[in-house]
């Protein structure tokens, strides 16, 4: 496996090759990153090109007051797992090679001050832009992203299609611990009992999807309740959001497959969440 910090280098690395498959990251990896690198080893054609994994901590997608200062940097680590995953390519850029000069071109997504967005102005930009970037600089067959983000998988899915890139997107399914908690970088900064606490969060969501799927439950009821049993443990909601799996706006009463996304603080540890449901059509009482 070779670590690659230039872009030029990284160029001269990836010549000819027309069935790359990329998964970008921000380091600090866990099983579920590698789980992406696994997905796009199974991807493409038999004579499959390298994967290549990107990690840089991007400041474009971090606010004021955010972790960006104090996110984890393991390069070291992450390198070690990328190479036992059988990655063949890491590029690891530092900031002055992606952004030799100011960023004065950006990506407006849409969506982009929906869910996180209301709660992260700026972020989506920023994701979108330096996914963008890194696209151009890998110029990948195949991509890889968690369903952990789906705000963020959906976003550059359109990115994709409206801006027709030659990119087949693909979507790993969302890595869990034993008890449930989605994998994530920032679950490093729970305390015992804040780890302990955290798997209430997808517990809630199960249970408001099996009621979704009943059809019995209003959903605004729905919302409240989860949101309602968090504050009384403890947990500061962002959100909890019933939306279209096909718009990631809120659903018509005759939309059937929802996902319902939550966003909510434990401690100092903002945790993100979803799952995919069918509504069934409403029963009349």
Same mark, same amino acid.
């Given at each position: 496996?070779?670590? /690659?910090?230039?872009?030029?280098? @990284? ?5 000819? +090759? ?15 990153? /590698? ?25 474009? &997608? ?8 104090? %996110? ?9 797992? !990328? *190479? ?14 992606? %952004?030799?000069?100011? +960023? $004065?071109?950006?990506? &407006? ?5 929906? @869910? ?9 930009? =920023? #994701? ?9 600089? #890998? ?10 983000? %789906?705000? +963020?998988?959906?976003? @550059?899915?359109?990115?994709?299609? +409206? ?6 997107? !693909?979507?790993?399914? $969302? =890595?869990?611990?034993?008890? =449930? ?20 969060? %997808? ?7 099996? &009621? ?13 309740? #989860? ?19 096909? $718009? ?11 996902? !319902?996304?939550? *966003? ?22």
């Amino acid at each position: 496996m070779r670590l /690659i910090h230039r872009v030029a280098d @990284l160029r001269a690395a990836l010549a000819g +090759q027309h069935h790359t498959a990329f998964v970008p990251t921000m380091g600090n990896l866990h099983s579920g990153h /590698i789980s992406l690198i696994e997905l796009a080893r199974r991807t493409g054609p038999p004579t499959a090109g390298p994967i290549v994994a990107s990690i840089f901590v991007n400041p474009l &997608q971090f606010g004021a007051g955010e972790d960006f200062n104090r %996110y984890p940097r393991t390069l070291d680590a992450d390198c070690a797992q !990328l *190479a036992a995953a059988g990655c063949d390519i890491v590029f690891a850029p530092d900031a002055a090679e992606m %952004y030799p000069e100011p +960023q $004065t071109f950006s990506v &407006q997504p849409p969506l982009a001050d929906e @869910l996180c967005g209301q709660f992260r102005p700026g972020h989506f930009q =920023g #994701v979108a832009t330096v996914v963008l970037k890194l696209f151009n600089m #890998v110029q990948p067959r195949y991509a890889a992203f968690g369903k952990k983000d %789906y705000q +963020q998988l959906f976003i @550059l899915k359109a990115m994709v299609r +409206q801006l027709n890139l030659p990119i087949v997107m !693909l979507e790993g399914e $969302t =890595g869990r611990a034993e008890d =449930g908690l989605a994998l994530s970088s920032r679950n490093g900064y729970l305390s015992a009992e804040e780890r302990a606490e955290a798997p209430r969060l %997808y517990r809630l969501l199960r249970v408001a999807a099996q &009621q979704v799927a009943s059809g019995v439950i209003d959903l605004a009821d729905i919302e409240a309740g #989860v949101a309602d049993e968090l504050t009384r443990h403890g947990w500061r909601v962002d959100y909890i959001a019933p939306r279209s799996r096909s $718009t990631l706006l809120a659903p018509t009463p005759e939309e059937r497959d929802l996902v !319902l996304l939550a *966003a909510a603080h434990l401690g100092r540890t903002r945790l993100i969440d979803n799952i995919e449901c069918r509504r069934q059509a409403l029963k009349v009482p």
